[in-house]
């Protein structure tokens, strides 16, 4: 069964189509990212426009593989409206053109089918998604940091998550108050490498990413220790959710913003120095919370996705505290890490909820949970 995706729920214009869930046949992603650079983070209308000139080609670029079509699946939410809408919108009309079924799905859900994404070329080894359950889901995003459990492949509970920035956001929002560019996430990876390679110029951004993490990281003097970002137990914001599986990354912000004002980095190298213990901070905190939701119960696997599972340290220490916990980590190609349309055609073939006459009744829901009627 093949199943054409859309996805335009941010800064990303996407298109794939993925045969029986797993099998990428064509997958196109067209992002904005220069065009929100300016205003250092996503604008809505700008974002909205971008998709409404770029959905039809990108779509046709994605049928361009010649594959017949069985159903139309499109992200509804979470996200920004007026994004949301422009995918729905054309996912309908294409649905109803071709006379095949629509499927809603949930983008937050979709980060996490990403590990069983597998190219023609590749993923023979690739474990099944039903394989794998009881699994524990990490979905790290610009716009997310969640952990949920899967009991069954397709039923999500929400354990923990952030009660205010998401981890890309924290990293975004650092990059921009050390003036080093959006998207912050990866130029802080890669200061954040070249800091604890020794490196004294951060100017060639080919030749840090070309650059491995040690093995033996460690913040030490005169490295700033920035908070754990634990949320205090009671907090009225947890709404029920275990203190110890939530993270709140805001006063981790705030820490950064009062080091940079009392003691301004002097050159490069000690704006790395700070970005690199900002990054321990926050993805040992990560990791922290994985480890204590893994040690509640046994699970088959930990499956990890979203456009900070890209970060070189976040990798390694979530491939320690699997390897310490005795799970397998499952992690997404780096090509479906961050937003595309593949992980929206291949959940749908699992996960068919809203389905058919349901979902061309469906709006966008900006606030989805995951989790909903499956
Ligand atoms: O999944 P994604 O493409 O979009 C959302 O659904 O939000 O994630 C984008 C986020 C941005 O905040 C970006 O800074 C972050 O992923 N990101 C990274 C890295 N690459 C992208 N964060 C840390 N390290 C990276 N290497
Ligand atoms: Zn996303």
Redesign the pocket.
């Known amino acids: 069964m093949n199943i054409l995706g859309i996805e335009t729920?941010?800064?990303?214009t996407a298109c794939a189509i993925v045969q029986d869930g797993r099998r990428v046949l064509s997958s196109v992603v067209y992002?904005q990212i220069p065009l929100h650079q300016p205003w250092g983070g996503v604008v809505p209308e700008v974002a909205s426009r971008a998709h409404v000139e770029k959905i039809s080609g990108i779509v046709r670029e994605a049928m361009g593989c010649g594959e017949p079509i069985d159903a139309v699946a499109v992200t509804y939410g979470p996200?920004l409206a007026s994004s949301l809408l422009v995918g729905l919108n054309a996912a309908k009309g294409l649905a109803m053109a071709l006379g095949v079924p629509l499927i809603g799905v949930n983008?937050i859900e979709a980060?996490l089918h990403t590990p069983f994404l597998v190219d023609s070329s590749d993923g023979a080894n690739a474990p099944a998604p039903e394989d794998v359950v009881p699994a524990l889901g990490l979905?790290?995003?610009?716009?997310?940091t969640t952990w949920l459990e899967m009991p069954r492949y397709g039923e999500y509970k929400i354990l923990g998550q952030t009660l205010d920035d998401?981890?890309?956001?924290a990293?975004?929002k650092a990059?921009k108050l050390l003036g080093l560019g959006?998207?912050?996430?990866?130029?802080?990876?890669?200061w954040a490498k070249g800091y604890w390679n020794g490196v004294e110029d951060f100017s060639r951004a080919d030749a840090l990413k070309a650059l491995a993490y040690p093995p033996d990281v460690k913040v030490h003097d005169p490295m700033p220790r920035f908070p754990s970002g634990r949320p205090r137990a009671g907090t009225a914001a947890l709404a029920g959710l275990d203190a110890e599986l939530c993270v709140s990354f805001s006063g981790l912000k705030t820490a950064l913003l009062y080091h940079v004002k009392k003691q301004p980095p002097r050159d490069d190298r000690e704006k790395a120095m700070l970005v690199a213990a900002y990054?321990e901070a926050?993805v040992g905190t990560l990791a922290d919370r994985t480890r204590t939701a893994l040690s509640r119960r046994d699970y088959r696997a930990l499956v990890v996705?979203?456009?900070?599972?890209?970060?070189?340290?976040?990798r390694m220490k979530l491939a320690e505290v699997a390897a310490e916990m005795r799970v397998p980590l499952l992690l997404a190609a780096p090509k479906y890490?961050?937003?595309?349309a593949a992980m929206i055609a291949g959940l749908a073939f699992y996960r068919r909820s809203p389905f058919g006459d349901a979902a061309m009744l469906v709006d966008v829901d900006p606030t989805l949970q995951p989790g909903g009627a499956g």
């Open positions: 729920s941010c800064d990303e992002t996200g983008h980060h979905v790290v995003s610009g716009g997310h998401a981890a890309g956001e990293f975004d990059a959006y998207p912050g996430g990866p130029v802080i990876d890669r990054q926050i996705g979203g456009g900070v599972s890209l970060n070189g340290r976040l890490c961050g937003d595309n």
